[in-house]
């Protein structure tokens, strides 16, 4: 099984920046993408931004040239930048990995952009 576990959520005015970190640990190997969801109060959780092992990025068209998502394979990490965040970003961000049992779940780290 994959464990991950995400660090970086915070408060940040409109317009500021972010950085979100997601650890894999467990069996790493078999992790064929990583990406970041996100659930907004009252609403479904939406892609953000997803990596597959070959580099290959996928943007939701919301976030598109402000948030950046990179990973190092070596450390099996997974990085989202957030730049120019708006208020409408607010919402809580899951790490998830696609790996031989189907999807991993981290447990979520709160970010909220005040206006």
């Known amino acids: 099984q994959v464990q991950l576990v995400e660090s970086g959520g915070g408060l940040v005015q409109a317009g500021g920046s972010l950085r979100l970190s997601c650890a894999a640990s467990?069996?790493?190997?078999?992790?064929?993408?990583m990406g970041w969801y996100r659930q907004a109060p009252g609403k479904q959780r939406e892609l953000v931004a997803l990596?597959?092992?070959?580099?290959?990025?996928n943007y939701a068209g919301s976030v598109k040239g402000r948030f950046t998502i990179s990973r190092d394979n070596a450390k099996n990490t997974v990085l989202l930048q957030m730049n120019s965040l708006k208020p409408e970003d607010t919402a809580v961000y899951y790490c998830?990995?696609?790996?031989?049992?189907?999807?991993?779940w981290g447990q979520g780290t709160q970010v909220t952009v005040s206006s």
């Open positions: 998830n990995a696609l790996n031989r049992d189907g999807w991993a």
């Open positions: 467990g069996s790493t190997l078999s992790i064929n993408a």
């Open positions: 990596i597959t092992n070959g580099g290959t990025t």
